[in-house]
Nanobody, 123 residues
Framework: QVQLVESGGGLVQAGGSLRLSCAAS????????LGWFRQAPGKEREFVAA????????IYADSVKGRFTISRDNAKNTVALQMNSLKPEDTAVYYC????????????????WGQGTQVTVSS
């Protein structure tokens, strides 16, 4: 099990950028694939991005491809989500998630979750 704490959310104008960070506890961070998900008001939580254990493979939702970048630093036990060219439809609570083994894009594949951080993009 790993504990996850997100930070970096906030209010930004459309076209702007934000960088989310997720700090993890535990000595086996590098054995976990990591993902970012988001949940907008009144909507289901959806996949945003995921990264493999060593960081060599990344996958993205079509809606953020080319605008968002996921990265990780196994020495610091952190995973980040760089968000550029933000749109009002990116407004949501963003969650960091971890799973043992390979990366995945389905919510049910992840067993450990952070508390979320709010991102609001104004038009």
């Amino acid at each position: 099990q790993v504990q996850l704490v997100e930070s970096g959310g906030g209010l930004v104008q459309a076209g702007g950028s934000l960088r989310l960070s997720c700090a993890a506890s535990g000595r086996t961070f590098s054995s976990y694939a990591l993902g970012w998900f988001r949940q907008a008001p009144g909507k289901e939580r959806e996949f945003v991005a995921a990264i493999s254990r060593r960081g060599g493979v990344t996958i993205y939702a079509d809606s953020v491809k080319g605008r968002f970048t996921i990265s990780r630093d196994n020495a610091k036990n952190t995973v980040a989500l760089q968000m550029n060219s933000l749109k009002p439809e990116d407004t949501a609570v963003y969650y960091c998630a971890a799973r043992g083994g390979t990366y995945a894009s389905t919510e049910s594949a992840y067993g450990d979750w952070g508390q979320g951080t709010q991102v609001t993009v104004s038009s």
